[in-house]
Structure formats: structure tokens, C-alpha cells
């Protein structure tokens, strides 16, 4: 049986050689191109790589972001999301299959930028960085503010005229960093570090950090937005104001730092209190003090003058009257009732006497019975078995004792 191919030019492939020219032409003819679909099935393994299909209602593609290139991702991609990508299409020859090779990802509908940071504020949030039971408080009477602030903006100024006409003795510490550019994340929460730092080393003692900057578009924004300074402003045991002046947006330091003003006026008043205020306070609670003891001299004053007009000799006189006839009602009564309980207990003590006087022995005597005792042991004699031939006994009589002589025992005959 002759050979199918026995009559044609032929070229044989290897598997790997297919696989590597495939490879090759699809790498030429899809060098940079640009699709769209939504992530499914992410996976990210030791090596840093990501894993994941991009897929649409019908297909799915396979697509791989290798560690440098996820490395310099701003924001973290999840499952659900569409995504614009651009990349290689290539081949892997050790499976035969074909993958995108991404290089650059967008986020579909919305800025880079902005999933970046609801990215982080879920991740802060979860950590427990915005949890206001950790919060500290803030002094009402600081002695030292550091203000960590551009040295040079209009910020610094608002807040020191503010916070030195309202608190005129308050130590301000000014410390300058840049508020906007690419080190200023850096920069800020260096100088928050170096601050605690400068406390726990007692080179300085500040009651208070207050970071800010005197507003500014998105981008000017965006080093409060980081988490360097959210996790500089966390680790603080100085409470930490943030005054970043832009009211509409809220920075990721406001949500952190244990209070956040709008703007760095609103700081300043927050900070610390009016002196001012105080002083008409103080005025207050003083009118309010004389007002109260005033009237509580006028009310000792009328007791003090009902006093003495109770204690005239005349009103004296009728109240020793009147207490001493009370005081010898009382004693009438007293009398009255000892004398009852005397008569009570007399009655009582007649009747046990009576009682007694019939239950004694003497009374037998007086009709005409006696007692016999016998003289050797002064016992009683009860019977003639308590007695013998030549017993010398005492015979008690109503009206006296005789003294006699056992001569005989006659046992009493019952018949």
C-alpha cells in the first residue's frame, strides 16, 4: 500500500516547533492591540503574576499581566470589573495555547485614579482606620501646635493669625513641607513621624498636629489621598487635625485623623478656644455666682430676722411657759403609767406568794401533822425501811420539835 505522501514535498512539524512559529506570527500581526471585556477568574500566585480571562456574552480569553507591570498598577483589579487592556498577543508553546500579554489596564467607565482610591479607602476602612471609638480627643487647652503645612502658602498665615488672636500664649511649631507634587506624600508623613519622634524623645511637647493646605483642584489634592500619610497620621499619638480646604471632596487624611476641618480657618477655631469667649464666659458664671449668693444672703438674712424676732424676753418667757406646763403633763403622765406597772406587778408578785404559802410544809404542821427526821443523816423519814432499833429522831410539831427513839419497827400488816 503506497504512502499518502509519498508523491509531495512534505515538511513535518514538531509540536514545538508549531507552537514557536505560532507564536511568532501572532506576536507580529497582534503586536499591540486593545480589548475589551470583563475580568473573571483572577488569581494571583507567588510569583507576583496575574492571572485572569477577559470575557464578553459569548467568548472569553485567557491573560496574563507579569509581576513588573502589576507592580505598577495604582489600584487592585477584582473580578466583575471591564477593563480596556492593551497588549501582546502571544502563544505558550508548553501548552499550545494563546494568551494576552497585558501591558496597560483602564478601568471602563471611570478613572484610574478614582478606583485607586475607593481601593484604598476599603482597605483602610476594613483595617479599622476610620473607626471614630479610636479617635483621640482633641485639647481644649493646648500650650504647642505643630502645623505641618506648606511654609509659604496662604494656609500658614490664616493659621497662625487665627489660632494667636484667639489663643494669644500658644507656642506654634511650623513645620514646612511641600503639599502637592510627587514627594509631598513622602514629605508629610515624614515630618508626622519626625514629630512624635521629637515628643517621645522630650525635644519638643506638642499638644496637637494640624496637616493641611489652603484647598486646590483633584490632582493638587492627591498626596492626602495616599496611604503613606493615612498610615503616618494612624500611627500618631499626637492628635492630628486635618484641614485640608477643599469642602467638597473629603481626603482619605480627613476620614483618619481624629478631626477634620473643612478648611484651615475652621482648623484654627477648632484648635483652640477664644480667649475672648472665655473671658465673657468667665463674666457669666461671675454674674451668675453673686446673683446666686446674693440671693442666698437675703434668704439668711430673713431666717436670721425671724429669729430674733422670736426671741424677744416676752416670746421667750410664754415658750418656758408653755414647755414647762408640756413638761409637767409629761411627768403626770409618767407617774401615772409607773405607778399602773407598779400595781400590776405587785398583784402579780401577791398571787405567787399565795401559791407558794399553800404549797408549804408548815401548812401540814398547823393541822396537826408532823415531819420526822432522822437526827444521824437529818433525811426525812418516809418509811420504816428509813429507819432502825435505837435511830434518834426529830419529830417537827406546829408548835415545836421533840426528840425520841427508835425502840421497835412494826411493818404495818394490810390484813
Not at 74 to 94: F, H, R
Not at 173 to 178: D, L, M
Not at 207 to 213: A, F, K, N, S, T
Request: proline letters at 4%; aromatic letters at 6%.
Amino acid at each position: 500500500m503506497k504512502s499518502l505522501f509519498e508523491n509531495f514535498e512534505k515538511r513535518i512539524w514538531t509540536v514545538t516547533d508549531l507552537n514557536t512559529d505560532i507564536k511568532q506570527k501572532l506576536e507580529a500581526d497582534y503586536s499591540q492591540i486593545y480589548i475589551e471585556g470583563e475580568i473573571s477568574g483572577i488569581s494571583r500566585p507567588n510569583s507576583g503574576h496575574l492571572y485572569f480571562s477577559l470575557k464578553d456574552e459569548k467568548s472569553a480569553l485567557g491573560c496574563v499581566i507579569y509581576r513588573g507591570d502589576a507592580l505598577r498598577l495604582s489600584y487592585e483589579l477584582k473580578d466583575g470589573m471591564k477593563i480596556v487592556a492593551q497588549g501582546v498577543l502571544s502563544a505558550y508553546p508548553p501548552r499550545g495555547i494563546y494568551q494576552l500579554m497585558i501591558r496597560q489596564v483602564q478601568i471602563k467607565g471611570i478613572g484610574q485614579q478614582e478606583i485607586a482610591l475607593r481601593q484604598l479607602k476599603e482597605k483602610l476602612l476594613a483595617k479599622g482606620y476610620f473607626d471614630p471609638k479610636r479617635k483621640k480627643k482633641i485639647p481644649p487647652y493646648p500650650r504647642t501646635i505643630v502645623l505641618i503645612t506648606s511654609a509659604t502658602g496662604a494656609a500658614v498665615i490664616d493659621l497662625l493669625t487665627i489660632l494667636l488672636d484667639r489663643w494669644p500664649r500658644l507656642t506654634v511649631i511650623i513645620a514646612g513641607v511641600r503639599v502637592q507634587g510627587e514627594t509631598a506624600a513622602v514629605e508629610i508623613a515624614t515630618m508626622v513621624a519626625r514629630i512624635n519622634r521629637y515628643r517621645a524623645e522630650r525635644m519638643i511637647d506638642p499638644d496637637l498636629i494640624i496637616i493641611g493646605r489652603g484647598g486646590g483642584s483633584s490632582e493638587d489634592l492627591s498626596p492626602f489621598n495616599t496611604e503613606l500619610v493615612a498610615e503616618a497620621i494612624y500611627q500618631s499619638k499626637i492628635p492630628v487635625i486635618s484641614a485640608v480646604g477643599h469642602e467638597v471632596d473629603i481626603t482619605i487624611a480627613d476620614l483618619v485623623a481624629d478631626c477634620r476641618a473643612a478648611t484651615p480657618t475652621d482648623a484654627a477655631n477648632l484648635a483652640v478656644p477664644s480667649l475672648a469667649d472665655l473671658y465673657q464666659t468667665l463674666e457669666h458664671y461671675r454674674s451668675q455666682f453673686a446673683r446666686a449668693l446674693q440671693k442666698k444672703m437675703d434668704f439668711l438674712r430673713q431666717r436670721l430676722d425671724d429669729w430674733a424676732d422670736r426671741l424677744t424676753p416676752e416670746k421667750l418667757l410664754l415658750s418656758v411657759k408653755s414647755h414647762k406646763k408640756q413638761l409637767s403633763q409629761i411627768q403626770s403622765r409618767f407617774d401615772k403609767t409607773i405607778q399602773r406597772k407598779l400595781d400590776h406587778l405587785k398583784f402579780q408578785l401577791s398571787n405567787v406568794a399565795d401559791r407558794l404559802e399553800s404549797l408549804s410544809p408548815l401548812n401540814i404542821l398547823s393541822r396537826g401533822y408532823s415531819l420526822t427526821f432522822i437526827e444521824k443523816t437529818n433525811e426525812l423519814c418516809r418509811s420504816i425501811h428509813s429507819c432502825q432499833q435505837g435511830d434518834l429522831l426529830k419529830i417537827y410539831l406546829n408548835d415545836g420539835i421533840v426528840n425520841s427513839k427508835v425502840v421497835d419497827v412494826y411493818e404495818k400488816n394490810n390484813n
